[in-house]
């Protein structure tokens, strides 16, 4: 019967959105949303981050205390455009959430994990702070052997990292929380994802943005779904929404997958449908029966939110 079900949703498939299958195919982005799966804390500096897109800040050593080094720096910086312009990349980097340190600890480790592992690409452009004497100095190469005036040994390093292109897209189509949620929901044991066979090859399949035919809403005939799959007599709907999620931005989103489950449920009468949103910030959404939604902002891993999904699909 499962089988047959999802033959059945095959069927009325229509077609991919390219452009976003090839972000899915994307060596660095892959690479980046594991990353992203073991720091989710760093969807809060990526959220804030598309509003100003621009290199990133990786201070070192990593153990550090923000609201104490920020304001150390803060009054040794103001005679310098270019010091300046760089400690204030920092400060802003993390200012709608100066005070939880521990989060900026884990979010600076997980960008310097994005640029060791090449994700993120370095610029040769770092600013040292020496804590001694109170002197930041800005240069463009490093050398282990560099001191400060006053002899001892700079105390941090900042440095500087740029994103790449296919990830800055991904960021700001919303995509890559597709992704992200696709990597969440292959961690739900026994849930089957289905996707649409591309080109010739039929072992590979994109999972994500998906269009059917005959379940749109309003004027539209036919109806996109970010993610669906299968658990037991469980069809699962995902919608991602890559902000302050309100009710009107799923309200298509219920309208299609009710469609969807009208639809199948013709010649699958056991079938149930269980619908979950991936939001930045879902606490306007109130999850119901009708839906489940949950915050990126609020979660403390990954394991959390695969946990969430699963208890509910029983
Ligand atoms: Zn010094």
Redesign the pocket.
């Known amino acids: 019967m499962r089988e047959e079900l999802v033959e059945t949703i095959k069927s009325i498939q229509l077609k991919i959105d390219t452009s976003k299958a090839a972000l899915e195919f994307d060596k660095k982005v892959q690479s980046f949303i594991e990353l992203l799966n073991n720091y989710p804390e760093a969807w809060d500096v990526i959220f804030h981050w598309k509003e100003h897109p621009k290199p990133l800040v990786i201070v070192e050593p990593t153990h550090f205390d923000f609201v104490k080094l920020k304001s150390e720096i803060l009054n040794i910086v103001s005679g310098s455009h270019y010091l300046r312009e760089f400690a204030y990349s920092f400060f802003e980097q993390y200012e709608e959430f100066e005070h939880e340190n521990e989060k900026i600890k884990k979010i600076n480790e997980f960008l310097k994990k994005s640029r060791d592992e090449n994700i993120f690409e370095p610029k040769s452009e770092y600013m040292l702070y020496?804590s001694?004497?109170g002197?930041t100095v800005l240069v463009n190469r490093l050398d282990e052997k560099d001191k400060?005036?006053?002899g001892?040994s700079y105390d941090f390093k900042f440095s500087l990292a740029s994103v790449p292109n296919k990830i800055v897209e991904g960021i700001i189509s919303g995509h890559l929380l597709e992704l992200y949620a696709l990597r969440v929901v292959k961690m739900i044991e026994g849930l089957r994802l289905i996707g649409m066979e591309i080109g010739d090859e039929k072992e590979k399949s994109v999972y994500t943005s998906i269009e059917y035919a005959g379940i749109g809403v309003g004027d539209k005939a036919n109806g996109e779904l970010d993610l669906l799959g299968l658990k037991n007599d469980f069809l699962v709907a995902i919608e991602c929404k890559f902000n302050e999620t309100t009710y009107d931005d799923i309200k298509d989103f219920l309208g299609v997958s009710d469609n969807l489950f009208f639809k199948v449920r013709e010649s699958h009468p056991n079938v149930k449908m269980c619908k979950v949103i991936f939001s930045y910030n879902g606490s306007k959404l109130r999850s119901t029966n009708a839906f489940l939604a949950t915050s990126l902002k609020n979660i403390s891993s990954t394991n959390q939110l695969v946990k969430e999904i699963r208890d509910i699909l029983h």
């Open positions: 020496c001694q004497c002197k400060c005036n006053c001892t």
